[in-house]
């Protein structure tokens, strides 16, 4: 049974429109989440647990839909965004006893050990530590409930590589005990070490759902001295963009083999700039 089933979701603004999202993330997983600012990623989190209430389509959790199973679904999930909101001047320790008594499974002994794990004193208040302190802290909140599916918004915008790391790490550590994971990023070379999966989403639409390896592993990257003249070599370059030496452009890897074009692997990176560009 997946731990979280996306079917269908749209919700329409006046100006945006989030069409028909559906994906799945599968137990012991790593999903990540990518698309540009304004694409989708946000707001699709947040109506997975009913932040913004979608218009259509159906978000189930571990074989319920979250309509008429919110409790239940909330003691087996933990939300982490990015942008972390505490009182500011409670000691952890106050904020900890609020938060656990909303949840049937608290364990305690989990909790100091995550606690420990994270470096993290209960003396301090949220004011006093960095961001990615704040980060680690909510995860422990989350995991101490024994949270078997994660959904992260952007937790590791702002962290320096160091605390980056070591998040991914316990990232990965957590999917190897079962945990499922959903996180939005931009810093694409975090999926590319973690991620078992990504799903694209570009102008509120899903544009891919793959294996990480496999999304940016169908094109390779093209640099040329100038736009070329050639009518084949120019309708099969993808994004070309500018650059100080001439210009990049993805080609599909049948093409570059096919037209014996200079090429190299592409990254996660520049499979997303030059597919946005061409989009």
């Known amino acids: 049974m997946n731990p979280l089933e996306v079917s269908g979701l749209t919700k329409k603004y006046p100006s945006f429109l989030l069409d ?11 999903m ?27 978000v189930c959790f571990f074989g319920m839909p979250f ?11 933990g939300f982490v965004s990015g942008a972390v909101d505490f009182y500011m ?3 952890l320790s106050a904020i900890t006893d609020v938060t656990r008594r909303f949840y049937e499974n608290w364990d305690e002994a989990a909790y100091r050990r995550w606690m ?9 208040t949220p004011a006093a530590l960095s961001q990615g302190m704040k980060i680690k802290y909510c995860l422990a909140l ?22 980056r790391s070591d998040l991914l790490e316990n990232f990965l550590m957590l999917a190897k005990e079962g945990v499922s994971i959903l996180f939005s990023t931009h810093i694409t070379s975090d999926l590319e070490r973690c991620a078992h999966r990504i799903a694209y989403i570009r ?9 990480t390896e496999e999304f940016a592993g169908e094109y390779r990257l093209v640099s040329l001295p100038e736009t070329p003249q050639d009518g084949p070599v120019k309708a099969a370059l993808i994004g ?29 990176e520049n499979a997303m700039i030059h597919l946005e560009k061409e989009a």
């Open 20 to 30: 028909d999202v559906s994906f799945q993330v599968r137990p012991g997983e790593i």
């Open 32 to 58: 990540g989440f990518i698309g540009r600012n304004g694409a989708g990623k946000t707001t699709t989190l947040k109506c997975l647990t009913d932040m913004v209430h979608p218009d259509k389509g159906e």
């Open 67 to 77: 309509s008429g199973n919110q409790r239940a679904v909330k003691q087996r999930i």
């Open 89 to 91: 001047r409670k000691k």
């Open 116 to 124: 420990e794990r994270f470096s993290l004193d209960e003396r301090k």
């Open 142 to 163: 989350a995991l101490s409930h024994r949270a078997e599916l994660l959904i992260l918004d952007e937790p590791t915008s702002g962290l320096d590589p160091v605390s």
């Open 203 to 211: 102008s509120g639409r899903i544009q891919a759902v793959c294996k």
């Open 240 to 268: 070309p963009r500018l650059e100080k030496t001439g210009l990049s452009a993805l080609v599909r890897r049948e093409d570059a083999q096919r037209l014996g074009l200079p090429c190299v692997p592409c990254d996660l």
